[in-house]
């Protein structure tokens, strides 16, 4: 699985020129957006919610995800009208890091509005993981496929833009396949994270990611 993904060809964009092309891909009729997220660490600079978290201010940090919900649910409609179904998978790694525990909260809302997202335990991939994870992608259709990268400060830094189709299908694949052995977000949150107390953010070592 994802055996074809290392050796890929691709062309490397920056930040801004990624955000535009994707922005671009989107409304050219891609049918499907498949998300695969696998970092444990990052940093959201600038997202309220985040910010909050960063600040050791648990409580914020949740209440400002919660106010999110009207542009995600603005984001959902638009994509329900561009016939675009969105799905992500969220591989998390044990002992659950502070990063994990925060983003899943605030997934929560976005699975309350209808958004498709389930969630893989790292240790079920052990064996799909023994060379290299599993990448970091974004999947639009059969036509474009990004995968995320970071700086040497571990930054988000832009992508790199894929859009050989029969790798775009072939990790479109490993992604089903993977998305068919997740867990029910609602199932894993109440198990595995409600009862955790409020994380305290570390900030060494992480990247900056890409929100949504």
């Known amino acids: 699985m994802f055996d074809s993904f290392p050796a890929g060809v691709s062309r490397r964009m920056d930040r801004p020129a990624y955000h535009?092309?994707?922005?671009?891909?989107?409304?050219?009729?891609?049918?499907?957006?498949?998300?695969?997220e696998r970092g444990q660490h990052f940093e959201e600079r600038g997202f309220a919610s985040w910010e909050a978290f960063a600040a050791g201010?648990?409580?914020?940090?949740?209440?400002?995800?919660?106010?999110?919900?009207e542009e995600y649910a603005q984001e959902l409609r638009r994509?329900?009208?561009?016939g675009i179904s969105h799905r992500r998978l969220r591989v998390v790694e044990f002992p659950i890091t502070p990063y994990v525990q925060?983003?899943?909260?605030?997934?929560?809302?976005?699975?309350?509005?209808?958004d498709q997202i389930r969630i893989l335990d790292a240790r079920e991939i052990t064996d799909i993981e023994q060379s290299h994870p599993v990448p970091e992608v974004v999947i639009l259709g059969d036509a474009v496929m990004y995968e995320v990268v970071?700086?040497?400060?571990?930054?988000?830094?832009?992508?790199?833009?894929?859009?050989d189709r029969s790798l775009i299908?072939?990790?479109?694949?490993?992604?089903?396949?993977?998305?068919?052995?997740g867990e029910d977000f609602h199932?894993?949150?109440?198990?595995?994270?409600?009862?955790?107390?409020?994380?305290?953010?570390?900030?060494?070592?992480?990247?900056?990611?890409?929100?949504?």
């Not at 201010?57 to 919900?69: G, H, I, K, V, Y």
């Not at 970071?150 to 859009?163: C, E, I, L, S």
């Open 20 to 36: 535009a092309d994707l922005a671009r891909v989107y409304t050219s009729g891609i049918g499907f957006l498949n998300k695969l």
């Open 57 to 69: 201010d648990w409580n914020r940090a949740l209440s400002a995800a919660d106010e999110s919900r």
């Open 79 to 82: 994509a329900s009208r561009l």
């Open 102 to 114: 925060w983003e899943l909260s605030v997934l929560r809302v976005r699975v309350d509005l209808g």
């Open 150 to 163: 970071y700086d040497d400060a571990g930054n988000a830094d832009g992508a790199n833009r894929y859009t």
């Open 169 to 181: 299908r072939e990790t479109n694949l490993g992604f089903n396949a993977l998305y068919g052995r």
């Open 187 to 212: 199932e894993f949150f109440e198990r595995e994270i409600e009862p955790l107390p409020p994380p305290k953010p570390a900030r060494s070592g992480a990247g900056c990611h890409d929100r949504g």
